[in-house]
């Protein structure tokens, strides 16, 4: 069995390279492409169908992707043309819960004040205090503490305002999010027990109940 986990230590290393290396989110031309649902890669089932794709200079890109027939906004790392495992594909519903957050962040960021959303399914939003950086990262919980992976991307201040300027550029090219409703709005959120089984909003414990 593999996994991407990686001790606390190591997580510090990695943000602290991060934050080292001056690599700005460009995004110089936004296309937005809509092949049909029907017509994605059945062939090779995990290809990614891309709906929009926001290019950048360097080598980070948001895009609109159809990964296993679902629809995702994946923020990645690229190696030419070869996406690396670093970055994190959000479902709609992960992805909206970020963009209702996003003014909050950068408040936060301002005031720098730690900050930590999750996002749902161990996706979590957080900001360090004093830190500018915004990190958006899968964590799991192996044993008692729940611990970053290394899929998550941690935005630089500049890829975090690029990403803020493309929010509604991304919405146009995604009508679908209009169609999500956040589950803790779900009828079945509304007694504690729904949340409780609900696997994103208590992933680590919605078997135990
Ligand atoms: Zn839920």
New binding site residues.
């Given amino acids: 069995m593999t996994h991407n986990c990686v001790s606390v230590h190591e997580y510090l290393e990695y943000l602290k390279t991060a934050a080292n290396e001056d690599r700005f989110w460009y995004i110089k031309e936004g296309k937005t492409v809509r092949p049909s649902l029907s017509n994605s890669n059945t062939q090779t089932g995990n290809m990614a169908n891309f709906r929009y794709k926001a290019a950048s200079g360097s080598d980070r890109y948001v895009q609109v992707c159809e990964w296993k027939g679902e629809l995702r906004v994946d923020l990645r790392e690229w190696n030419g043309d070869k996406p690396t495992k670093n970055g994190i594909s959000l479902t709609l519903m992960r992805w909206m819960n970020f963009v209702n957050a996003i003014e909050y962040v950068g408040k936060t960021v301002e005031q720098k004040l730690s900050y930590g959303n999750h996002l749902?399914g161990n996706v979590l939003c957080n900001v360090a205090k004093n830190s500018v950086y915004v990190d958006i990262r899968q964590y799991w919980k192996p044993q008692e503490e729940v611990v970053p992976t290394k899929k998550g991307l941690c935005l630089r201040p500049s890829e975090y305002s690029r990403l803020k300027q493309w929010i509604s550029e991304i919405g146009r090219a995604l009508p679908e999010l209009d169609g999500v409703v956040p589950?803790?709005l779900q009828g079945d959120?509304m007694n504690q027990l729904g949340?409780l089984q609900?696997s994103?909003?208590n992933p680590d414990d919605f078997t135990k109940w």
């Fill in positions: 749902g589950c803790y959120h949340a609900c994103e909003c």
